[in-house]
């Protein structure tokens, strides 16, 4: 099983590489660190237990509506997939949130096709 952990700025190498092999959207690595810089309490990582990311999640605070919180992206590892891992970093960057910025709502956008993001 993974454990979770709050994201460091060494992680991001493996969150790219994450992203690159589990989503169509890519990013560049400034969009990594401005996540990191600005919103450092809302980006999580899941481990395995030989230390590898298989999961993360990134989190920002809506620039219009500081009030509203939005899960930027999230991606887990195909073996590590139907465990409950998004859910949990989801939530994890979800009451970092509300703690720490003081939101009310959150976000998640995903494609209508993506049906597991979905449900």
């Known amino acids: ?7 460091q700025i060494d992680d991001i190498l493996s969150i790219q590489t994450l992203n690159l092999l589990s989503l ?12 990191f810089l600005s919103w450092p309490d809302l980006s999580w990582v899941a481990e395995n237990e ?5 999961g993360y999640v990134l989190g920002k605070i809506n620039e219009d509506d ?4 939005q899960i ?6 195909r073996e590590y997939r139907r465990l409950g891992l998004a859910h949990k970093l989801m939530r994890q ?6 703690e720490v ?11 209508e096709s993506n049906y597991a993001a979905r449900h």
């Open 50 to 54: 030989r230390g590898e990311v298989v």
């Open 66 to 69: 500081s009030t509203m919180g």
């Open 93 to 98: 960057s979800q009451i970092k949130m509300c």
């Open 1 to 7: 099983m993974a454990s979770i952990r709050q994201a």
């Open 72 to 77: 930027t992206s999230v991606a887990v590892s």
């Open 24 to 35: 169509p959207e890519n990013y560049y690595m400034n969009f990594y660190y401005y996540h």
């Open 101 to 111: 910025y003081n939101c009310k709502t959150c976000a998640l956008h995903v494609r």
